[in-house]
């Protein structure tokens, strides 16, 4: 089945210590987003890529950086966590050819020590 | 940039029951607006995508309805069961117009069904 995947499900980090949350998708989708889902909230867009482009919200920290290699594959890093980032992250997908919908990965749950 | 809110923040009814979730939006000028499902620690299950042209979707028990003019959006689920209970968020894009964009998210209801 065609699917949103992402790595690892589960994260745990040191305060400062870099990480990288991996999303891959067989969906062939031309759009890739990293949201940030904190405990009890809404999730909250960090950035999304279309096509190559990548385009970052206003309020997303600095801490924040995202690669997409190639169309499958896109990497969201925090270069220092801080307890504030322990979240689930989520990776989702879309495509002009179905009306945008958006189709979520099953989230990584961060955990920040 | 759109707010969504949604009306309740919880329900708990018995099995069997219809009932009808809701969701409003700030700016009219919407893309589309998709349903989603959340299970607890799981990630995001879309449900519905309603087009701007659409009135409404249909899928098994779940119907939502569109009204763009008065910026709300129904979700209804008939005869409902004990494995629907969980969070349903409404979201639509987050920028007037834009389908490619980001989400803005509701906060969502949380669903019980009593058996």
């Known amino acids: 089945d065609a699917m949103v995947i992402q790595n690892p499900r589960y994260q745990v980090t040191q305060f400062g210590k870099p990480v990288t949350l991996s999303c891959s998708q067989t969906?062939?989708?031309?759009?890739m987003y990293w949201y940030q889902q904190k405990s009890s909230q809404a999730p909250k867009l960090l950035f999304h890529y279309y096509d190559k482009d990548f385009n970052n919200e206003a309020d997303t920290p600095d801490n924040f950086q995202s690669r997409r290699p190639n169309t499958s594959f896109c990497f969201l890093d925090i270069r220092s966590p801080g307890l504030g980032d322990a979240a689930m992250y989520l990776c989702a997908t879309s495509s002009r050819e179905q009306g945008y919908t958006q189709y979520f990965g099953p989230g990584t749950r961060l955990t920040v020590l | 940039k759109q707010e969504v809110t949604q009306i309740p923040a919880a329900l708990s009814v018995p099995e069997g029951e219809n009932l009808v979730l809701n969701c409003s939006f700030t700016?009219?000028?919407?893309?589309?607006l998709q349903w989603f499902r959340q299970d607890p620690g799981k990630g995001l299950t879309s449900l519905l995508l309603i087009q701007s042209s659409q009135r409404e979707q249909t899928s098994g028990r779940l119907n939502a309805s569109l009204d763009k003019s008065s910026g709300r959006s129904t979700l209804y689920i008939a005869a409902s069961q004990p494995g629907d209970s969980a969070t349903y968020l409404c979201a639509v894009p987050m920028y007037s117009g834009g389908g490619a964009d980001g989400l803005t998210f509701g906060k969502g209801t949380h669903l019980i069904i009593q058996p």
């Open positions: 969906l062939n989708h031309n759009v």
């Open positions: 700016d009219s000028a919407i893309y589309n």
